[in-house]
């Protein structure tokens, strides 16, 4: 690798810890539940379609225990799916954009620009008169990934110093940019939402673990040090998160159940400009990260990192602006669905452009 196109190797050697423990995070994690995600959510579909029909009701029911409009069990859901991913900033990695910022402005290009672009375009064609689902489009595609990149980095072999500093800017990021940027998109395509409901989502979903998560990985490492926080704390609470995940896609079908099976055709449609907009943003990340020699590690991780979205502040935002049984909210949920596989893809694709020497930057 070269010392011009990525970041310095020995610089990694100053985050020894952090480096283990992603390793074993990702060999961890995709052995049990990421791998397989695709799998429990549609499981976790099929068990809220058949509660809805069979105890009628259950989930208005959940749904009815509100504060000022808001859910208590899915708030407590979606607040635990939030928070794990904040652990993940680091101030301190931010730092190091100075010393190759080429890649990491790349990503934010992709990111805030292309990838919101080419989902407001998809939506706007594929699903003229379903504005729910132009929105949900518009959600995911407007929401760079802060959590799961990590483990398909590290499936790449891509530059994991890289990858962290990503997450961290992607994180901070998100609360300055999210909120305006769905508010163009939507308003342009003419589609009302409540705008205060936006910010106050960001605030509350990503602003408040943001807050929670620099104090508690500071008190902590401080309190009982780096290993136990990075092997024993992140783990257990990235398993709580996918738990709270799951339990709202339950709750999401269970309002959902007779609709679906009335019109399944609606997930089928959102799925379309989905997979397209996939296709189109990868396709744009693989082509510019050759065009400016990227060496391999450092072309992947642009790569997966422009191409993902964080599903779980989409999910959230839809089911604050429109509901918990809305068509918004399951329509973000087929990101979450589609994600895996298209992340696990692009690993396996990038592997093998690396065999075919496509990235011009490294020596093989």
């Avoid at 990694?12 to 539940?33: A, I, M, P, Y």
């Avoid at 058949?50 to 069990?73: A, C, K, Y």
């Avoid at 342009?188 to 705008?195: E, G, M, Q, V």
């Avoid at 709580?240 to 055709?265: C, Q, R, Y």
Wanted: proline share 5%; hydrophobic share 50%; net charge neutral.
């Amino acid at each position: 690798m070269s010392g011009n196109d990525g970041f310095n190797p020995d610089s990694q050697k100053q985050n020894e810890v952090v480096d283990k423990h992603e390793d074993s995070e990702s060999r961890e994690g995709l052995g049990t539940f990421e791998r397989y995600l695709p799998l429990w959510v549609g499981i976790c579909m099929v068990i809220g379609v058949v509660l809805s029909l069979t105890i009628p009701g259950i989930g208005e029911v959940i749904d009815s225990w509100q504060v000022g409009g808001i859910s208590v069990p899915i708030g407590i859901c979606l607040f635990l799916m939030m928070y794990p991913a904040m652990l993940n900033i680091q101030a301190s990695e931010l730092k190091k954009l100075r010393k190759n910022p080429k890649p990491i402005i790349l990503t934010l290009f992709s990111n805030w620009i292309i990838a919101p672009l080419v989902g407001f375009g998809l939506a706007n064609y594929f699903l003229i008169g379903n504005e729910q689902l132009i929105v949900a489009i518009i959600l995911l595609s407007s929401s760079p990934c802060t959590a799961m990149v990590l483990v398909w980095g590290y499936l790449a072999d891509g530059n994991q110093e890289q990858n962290v500093v990503n997450t961290s800017l992607n994180t901070a990021t998100i609360i300055i940019l999210y909120a305006p940027i769905v508010a163009l998109l939507t308003g342009i395509s003419n589609i009302p939402i409540d705008r205060l409901i936006l910010l106050v989502t960001v605030l509350v979903f990503i602003g408040a673990p943001l807050v929670l998560g620099l104090i508690s990985r500071r008190s902590l490492v401080n309190w009982k040090g780096s290993e136990w926080f990075e092997n024993r704390y992140r783990p257990a609470v990235g398993k709580a998160a996918l738990a709270a995940l799951l339990s709202t896609l339950i709750v999401l079908f269970s309002l959902n159940g007779k609709e679906m099976l009335e019109h399944p055709d609606l997930l089928v449609l959102v799925s379309v400009p989905l997979l397209i907009g996939f296709a189109m943003v990868v396709g744009f990340n693989l082509f510019i990260t050759r065009i400016v020699k990227l060496a391999y590690r450092e072309g992947i991780i642009t790569v997966i990192i422009g191409s993902s979205s964080h599903f779980e502040i989409a999910i959230a935002t839809a089911i604050a602006i429109y509901g918990v049984g809305s068509i918004a909210a399951l329509g973000t949920t087929m990101g979450l669905f589609w994600e895996v596989p298209v992340m696990l893809g692009i690993v396996y694709l990038g592997k093998y452009l690396r065999k075919k020497k496509f990235w011009k930057g490294e020596p093989m």
